[in-house]
């Protein structure tokens, strides 16, 4: 019995500690693994938001030439912006450049700035509600717009921006897009075919029916140009921006909340018919401001590439909007220095970008399709 009680004595307690031993080295080890992983993530999120920031700083620089630009005329903005001039003639002469002594350069570098921002802002709602046509639809519109303002302009002798028709245009699309879309019983995506082909129909007929009567060139319009870029359509791409910037972000819960459960946001009593129109409107205004850049064909490629590219990395629907400007903003500044430097169309270049940066993220993605939250 002696024996007995003495083995069982010595056996418990190496038990107790082989046991407790095994049980620490159990528990350490996912507990470093999802330190590590916490860790990890916590540096992504950070470089995400410093890129974020860096993006708006650069926005905000961006704006602030605009406003420089347009109003140089008073005294002291008007020493700035001599200051502003200077800067770029050294910038030129340290880079080796020919470029960024000249406003013009300044103004197309801007809106394109404006659009790596709005547009895949907008398009990570639209690409996720499976509405990525609604850009090429109302670019076609706005082309229409375009047609009709220079109609109007050699008829009349108005000398107006044909931007502000093509604005009015637009948006006037996607009212009518939108309110077929509400009150016919065919798919979703007829309306959107039919306005998509009437108004560019409509806009090559106005264009064959005034050839000659004006001298825009409607290549760079269709294929976009950094020399397309005027003063106007910058300040208009400038408020434009900061418009639709401030429109998410008052609305971007209810936005989510439709995007991801349209049902259930009528459930819960969301005027879920008038956020569509505002998406719709935001999508519109995004692509007239674009246009100029990308041109007419291409627009709606800046709205559905970077989105794309980011949704195949993102974990969430935060993120992928972070990612998203992140990739729109890298694939602008790329496509302007190859086309700056090789003197090809800004357009094809920025587009071509955004789908090496897409390839990219697939081949850094572990599957072709992301699950995120819609947090």
Do not use: C
Not at 255 to 279: G, K, M, S
């Amino acid at each position: 019995m002696a024996t007995d009680t003495d083995a069982s004595d010595t056996s418990d307690p190496g038990d107790a500690s082989g046991a407790a031993d095994a049980s620490d080295a159990t528990d350490q080890r996912p507990t470093g693994l999802s330190g590590r992983l916490r860790t990890r993530n916590t540096a992504r999120e950070t470089a995400e938001l410093v890129g974020i920031g860096l993006v708006g700083l650069l926005a905000a620089f961006m704006l602030g030439f605009i406003l420089l630009y347009w109003f140089r005329e008073f005294p002291y903005v008007e020493l700035l912006y001599t200051e502003f001039r200077i800067a770029g003639r050294l910038l030129d002469g340290v880079l080796g450049t020919n470029v960024f002594k000249h406003p013009f350069m300044w103004q197309s570098l801007s809106t394109g700035v404006l659009i790596g921002i709005v547009a895949p802002l907008v398009g990570s709602f639209l690409v996720h509600r499976q509405m990525a046509l609604i850009g090429e639809t109302l670019a076609h519109a706005a082309f229409a717009g375009v047609a009709i303002s220079l109609v109007f302009n050699s008829l009349t002798g108005w000398d107006g921006s044909i931007l502000v028709g093509a604005l009015v245009i637009g948006v006037l699309g996607a009212l009518i897009v939108q309110w077929l879309a509400d009150r016919t019983d065919t798919y979703g995506d007829v309306p959107i075919a039919i306005m998509l082909s009437g108004s560019f129909a409509l806009g090559t007929l106005l264009i064959s029916a005034g050839r000659g009567q004006t001298n825009f060139s409607i290549e760079s319009l269709l294929y976009g140009s950094i020399a397309v870029v005027t003063p106007d359509g910058t300040r208009l791409m400038g408020l434009l921006s900061v418009v639709v910037v401030l429109a998410v972000a008052v609305n971007y819960k209810q936005l989510l909340f439709i995007t991801f459960d349209e049902q259930a946001a009528r459930v819960a009593q969301l005027p879920v018919d008038r956020y569509n129109t505002l998406l719709v409107v935001m999508t519109a205004v995004v692509v007239v401001g674009a246009m100029q850049v990308l041109g007419v064909i291409l627009v709606a490629a800046m709205l559905v590439v970077p989105v794309a590219a980011a949704s195949q990395v993102a974990r969430s629907f935060r993120e992928t909007v972070y990612l998203s400007i992140l990739f729109g903003q890298a694939a602008v500044l790329a496509g302007f220095a190859v086309s700056v430097s090789l003197s090809l169309p800004a357009g094809g270049s920025i587009v071509m970008a955004a789908i090496g940066i897409y390839l990219a993220a697939i081949g850094l993605s572990k599957s072709s399709v992301t699950a995120i939250s819609t947090h």
